[in-house]
């Protein structure tokens, strides 16, 4: 079992930029792949960005892609999603995610076997 808790999330003008942070706690970190999503209201969850349990590889959404940047740190436990540029279309609940033995390349949400509660990011024009 995987506890994730994400933070960083709040309110920016459009053009600023946030960190989300997510920390898990549980199991050996590097053995998942990591990944954020995010869920406006109204509409599905929707795949963002991923990252292999390395940080060698990442993944990126079209609609992000230039703007987010995801990275981890093992040592910490932790994942991280820069956003930078943001626009109010950006606005959702974010949620990390993880994948045991995972190659970092998923985009399905029901790759992934655990979640995160969620960080709302609102950006406001």
């Known amino acids: 079992q995987v506890q994730l808790v994400e933070s960083g999330g709040g309110l920016v003008q459009a053009g600023g930029s946030l960190r989300l942070s997510c920390a898990a706690s549980g199991r050996t970190f590097s053995n998942y792949a990591m990944a954020w999503f995010r869920q406006a209201p109204g509409k599905e969850r929707e795949f963002v960005a991923s990252?292999?349990?390395?940080?060698?590889?990442?993944y990126y959404s079209d609609s992000v892609k230039g703007r987010f940047t995801i990275s981890r740190d093992n040592a910490k436990n932790t994942v991280y999603l820069q956003m930078n540029s943001l626009k109010p279309e950006h606005t959702a609940v974010y949620y990390c995610?993880?994948?045991?033995?995972?190659?970092?390349?998923?985009?399905?949400?029901?790759?992934?076997?655990?979640w995160g509660q969620g960080t709302q990011v609102t950006v406001s024009s």
């Open positions: 995610a993880a994948e045991l033995r995972g190659l970092g390349s998923a985009r399905g949400r029901y790759d992934y076997d655990y």
């Open positions: 990252i292999s349990w390395s940080g060698a590889r990442t």
